[in-house]
């Protein structure tokens, strides 16, 4: 909860439309080719990103910033 309430803090005080958070695991580590994100957007929507490949997360993160 300390990472989403940093993440919400950047966006206020950047004035950017969403982050992704990423939280790193033992099982999603740097190296991983998986990985679960958190996006949150200005508006303090979140959506959970589930664990899946990075290429797939990344399609669907760029679907989502289309929709801000």
Do not use: H
Not at 15 to 33: M, P, Q, R, Y
């Amino acid at each position: 909860s300390d990472a989403k309430k940093s993440a919400k803090k950047i966006i206020k005080n950047k004035d950017i439309d969403a982050v992704c958070l990423n939280i790193i695991s033992k099982e999603d580590s740097f190296g991983s080719d998986t990985n679960e994100i958190d996006f949150i957007d200005k508006k303090e929507n979140e959506t959970k990103l589930k664990k899946d490949t990075k290429l797939s997360i990344s399609f669907k993160i760029i679907e989502l910033a289309k929709k801000i």
